[in-house]
């Protein structure tokens, strides 16, 4: 069983930072990718960022530049660091992990709104 709680999201105005957190019960944190995605009102969830268990990273074409996603296997936390957010950054951001078997687990979402 995993658990995963986000934590970090708000308001901000364009131009702006945000760093959310996503904390990871279980043993299978550190062998595991993680990722996370978001979800705009009326829109499909998008893969924003993610990172294997091995540290190689790749972002959405959306997000490059502006995003850093990282992680901290000592303390199952995987990070989204969020810079020169635009209005068009708002969503739910979710956060993923995905072993390298078994199920994918899921976040309950944060809420991260960008104001112009």
């Known amino acids: 069983q995993v658990q995963l709680v986000e934590s970090g999201g708000g308001l901000v105005q364009a131009g702006g930072s945000l760093r959310l957190s996503c904390a990871a019960s279980?043993?299978?944190?550190?062998?595991?990718?993680m990722r996370w995605f978001r979800q705009a009102p009326g829109k499909e969830r998008e893969l924003v960022a993610g990172?294997?268990?091995?540290?190689?990273?790749n972002y959405a074409d959306s997000v490059k530049g502006r995003f850093t996603i990282s992680r901290d296997n000592a303390k199952n936390t995987v990070y989204l660091q969020m810079n020169s957010l635009k209005p068009e950054d708002t969503a739910v951001y979710y956060c993923?992990?995905?072993?390298?078997?078994?199920?994918?687990?899921w976040g309950q979402g944060t809420q991260v709104t960008v104001s112009s």
């Open positions: 990172i294997t268990s091995g540290g190689t990273t």
């Open positions: 279980g043993r299978t944190f550190s062998r595991s990718a």
């Open positions: 993923n992990l995905y072993p390298p078997y078994g199920s994918t687990w």
